[in-house]
């Protein structure tokens, strides 16, 4: 299996995402889990990574708590979508697995250090202010990240949180600059293929279907989350963003997309968070991202149903 580091901040899609990677052992070993600010302040979402770990039955797993804000800006938040406590839709109870000590910045830098290089694989599903300060701070672990798949930015769909720009790049778009910049590989979910994840009430009947405290946990997560979205956009359910990520690290062959190259822009008002994407080639700027553009949904919702139905 592939190790990796899930940096996120729960958030329903997000809670999913994890919880496809822990039922997938034989993909994915999860090393750790780091919580950042983003759809809800940090002390949230550090709790929502605990919820879910124990959710998924895997207490034992760790969990750092990360910047509580961005590297230059002041925190920008998504409650209009998660709700407040940012995973609204469930009633859970109240973890009681520890926080770990450290911070999720020394976390991430400790591992990409002591795992051999070439072997860790970083997950990040909200805004990426932990993994640039750790570039920042300890350059050396640029060369030594396997992959960098993350959920953000969008080119065809162009914005969810401005008409330019995704929530997770916008929060902070200096982290997201470091990081497209930092030369690992890169790999990215943006707006285009999880816009195509939708949470039909088929699917959301398929996750309920499973009559498990997670199948029934997910459904109501993603029906709270639905609301949001049916109408706001009209689509015919929510998207599932973040578990775009995890499930591209089990079955790469239900994406496609090009390598391109992708800068972040991060001095215009207007258009603060986008992420310029070279989709035509017309400029000679070097690839440094693959950036999907398709998915193949059914694929996609068979792979996370089957699977959630073994935790
Ligand atoms: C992204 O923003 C968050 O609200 C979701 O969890 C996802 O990571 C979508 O723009
Ligand atoms: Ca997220």
């Not at 570039?135 to 960098?148: C, F, V």
């Not at 497209?180 to 309920?208: Q, W, Y």
Request: charged share 20%; net charge negative; proline share 8%.
């Amino acid at each position: 299996p592939r190790k990796i580091i899930i940096d996120t901040d729960p958030g329903q899609d997000d809670a999913v995402a994890i919880l496809l990677a822990f039922a997938s052992p034989e993909d994915l070993d999860v090393l750790g889990i780091t919580a950042v600010a983003g759809n809800v302040p940090l002390p949230l979402t550090e709790k929502n990574a605990r919820i879910v770990c124990e959710l998924a039955g895997k207490p034992e797993t760790l969990v750092f708590a990360g910047c509580d804000a961005p590297i230059a800006r002041k925190l920008v938040t998504a409650e209009h979508v998660h709700g407040k406590t940012g995973l609204d839709g469930p009633t859970l109870p109240d973890p009681t697995m520890p926080l770990q000590d450290g911070h999720a910045v020394d976390f991430i830098i400790d591992t990409l250090r002591s795992e051999p290089s070439g072997t860790v694989t970083l997950c990040p599903l909200g805004p990426l202010t932990n993994i640039a300060v750790a570039l920042q701070r300890a350059p050396d672990i640029a060369g030594r990240i396997q992959e960098i798949v993350l959920m953000g930015g969008a080119y065809f769909e162009v914005g969810n949180i401005t008409p330019a720009a995704e929530f997770n790049i916008y929060v902070d778009p200096e982290a997201a600059k470091l990081v497209f910049g930092c030369g690992a590989p890169i790999t990215v979910m943006p707006l285009d293929v999880t816009h195509k994840a939708l949470v039909t009430s088929e699917r959301n009947n398929a996750f309920r279907a499973l009559g498990t405290p997670v199948g029934i946990a997910v459904a109501e997560m993603t029906d709270f989350f639905e609301r949001f979205d049916k109408e706001k956009y009209g689509s015919a359910g929510a998207p599932l963003h973040d578990p775009c990520v995890t499930a591209y690290l089990i079955r790469p062959e239900l994406f496609t997309g090009r390598h391109i190259n992708v800068e972040i822009e991060t001095g215009s008002d207007l258009t603060l968070g986008m992420t310029v994407a070279d989709w035509w080639g017309v400029t000679k700027r070097p690839a440094n991202a693959t950036f999907m553009g398709e998915i193949d949904a059914d694929g996609f919702f068979a792979l996370l149903t089957e699977r959630l139905a073994r935790l």
